[in-house]
């Protein structure tokens, strides 16, 4: 069974201030893949990012930035100088091939960013 | 359009009515999620479209949910005799193909509220 814990349930911010967000995963499949969406007030999820389970690799993307750790089961996601446009709800997620594609989602962290 | 859409976006109906829920894919997507989001919960899969047919219907939560889709597009979730515990966001996605690897786009939702 897959499971993605992220602990953090609601974190503020001010803005300008670096954040980042904790992802956690549990999967006894060697092939895999990771997921972040950002979930805005309006309600819509939005892609952030994909990661395969052989490329450890950090990926920057602007202000954005991931950090896939193996060892550690975790993929976490960090907003550099944070913007209040950046407050939404942020989801990791786990699919593994042979599981229908279907994505294994943790429970969510709330990002409050202000002025 | 080109995003995937759903309708309606709000629905309040009385506990023990049947409501249908309709999801839009985007066009050529032959990959067709839906999922629920209750309050608490997080994010929950419920069932899975490759084309017409529907291999995994795993996250239904009782067997008064159901799910078709024709012609390879639209999609229509019914809940039938509703609870008060199917309150909830419904969301749809769809991918262009089954295949983990693939990020899956997300509609807007339908809010069900059962009184």
């Known amino acids: 069974a897959q499971k993605v814990t992220q602990a953090q349930t609601e974190i503020s911010v001010v803005e300008k201030e670096d954040v980042t967000l904790d992802c956690v995963y549990e999967?006894?499949?060697?092939?895999?893949?990771l997921f972040w969406y950002k979930q805005p007030p309006s309600g819509e999820l939005v892609f952030l990012i994909r990661?395969?389970?052989?490329?450890?690799q950090n990926e920057i993307s602007g202000r954005y930035s991931w950090n896939f750790q193996k060892s550690t089961s975790s993929f976490n996601f960090t907003i550099t100088a944070s913007q209040v446009v950046d407050s939404a709800v942020y989801f990791c997620?786990?699919?593994?091939?042979?599981?229908?594609?279907?994505?294994?989602f943790g429970t969510g962290t709330r990002l409050q960013v202000t002025l | 359009g080109a995003g995937v859409s759903q309708s309606p976006s709000n629905k309040v109906t009385e506990k023990g009515k049947d409501v249908e829920l309709r999801c839009d894919p985007i066009?050529?997507?032959?990959?067709l999620y839906w999922y629920r989001q209750s309050l608490g919960q997080g994010l929950e899969f419920l069932i899975y479209?490759?084309?017409?047919?529907?291999?995994?219907k795993s996250g239904l939560p009782s067997d008064r949910f159901s799910a078709e889709r024709t012609g390879g597009s639209v999609s229509t979730l019914t809940i039938q005799r509703t609870q008060q515990e199917d309150s909830a966001v419904y969301l749809c996605?769809?991918?262009?193909?089954?295949?983990?690897?693939?990020?899956?786009?997300f509609g807007p939702g339908t809010r069900l509220t059962v009184l």
């Open positions: 996605a769809s991918s262009s193909r089954q295949g983990s690897y693939n990020e899956q786009f």
């Open positions: 999967t006894r499949d060697t092939t895999y893949y």
């Open positions: 066009s050529g997507h032959t990959a």
């Open positions: 479209f490759q084309g017409n047919s529907a291999p995994d």
């Open positions: 990661r395969n389970s052989f490329d450890e």
């Open positions: 997620a786990l699919n593994v091939p042979g599981t229908a594609s279907k994505l294994t």
